[in-house]
């Protein structure tokens, strides 16, 4: 029971520096064991952890912010009632996702956290038009607008019509996203909708010689014809 004398034979007479700092935690001397993560360890992560675990919010939150983890800051300053920086490292996390290529986690953050459905909209529309993550920006913003299914029926009808990005490759993936949005939905509506989209963005890639093999997608929209498929 005696941590802090077991960590010391652990560090100094053996050098086991994990197992020293180990020790420390389990005898809650949370902070020397992050002194042990960060200066002989060298892992400043495990030392923000571990200052977490041991209840010390603002030391952690200062060692999140050398990592540049903002989404942690926000969480933990959110915990201590700070509102005001809780919203402003969490913004700092969306943009620091955004330009780290992953909109898709920019945009739950702006829906989870800052409850901005306006900003994750534009994060999405703008990672789909970039072609960053593609799929996943577009099966999130369907599933967002999936509460109102007429709102989402002109959302899949704009983004057929937009000319923004590479046309070839968003063709691709909306029809796969819409395909798998069709599977999926109960109404009627939407999945009208998808259903005359995917045929027009196929038969538009058949008549273009760009891509046959979308094809294979069409009995997916016809369910009852069984031989649609090998046809």
């Not at 999926?184 to 760009?210: G, M």
């Amino acid at each position: 029971g005696d941590f802090k004398k077991a960590a010391y034979v652990y560090a100094h007479l053996l050098g086991d520096f994990n197992s020293a700092a180990n020790a420390l935690e389990q005898g809650r001397f949370f902070y020397e064991a992050s002194q042990l993560y960060l200066k002989h360890l060298k892992r400043p992560l495990a030392a923000a952890e571990c200052l977490e675990r041991g209840g010390l919010l603002i030391e952690a939150i200062d060692q999140y912010k050398k990592l540049q983890n903002y989404e942690k800051v926000g969480l933990l300053y959110q915990k201590l009632q700070m509102h005001e920086e809780a919203e402003t490292y969490t913004q700092k996390a969306v943009e620091h996702l955004w330009k780290n290529d992953n909109p898709v986690k920019a945009a739950e953050l702006c829906i989870d956290v800052l409850e901005d459905f306006a900003l994750a909209e534009e994060i999405l529309l703008d990672g789909w038009n970039k072609q960053m993550d593609a799929e996943n920006c577009l099966s999130t913003l369907l599933k967002m607008k999936a509460e109102q299914p007429e709102n989402l029926c002109e959302t899949i009808l704009d983004l057929k019509s937009s000319k923004k990005g590479p046309v070839k490759e968003k063709s691709n993936h909306l029809i796969r996203v819409l395909s798998n949005l069709f599977v999926h939905q109960q109404n009627q509506q939407v999945k009208e909708t998808c259903r005359n989209v995917c045929y027009e963005l196929i038969s538009a890639q058949v008549c273009n010689h760009q891509n046959e093999k979308n094809l294979g997608l069409l009995s997916i929209f016809q369910e009852e014809d069984r031989i649609l498929s090998s046809d």
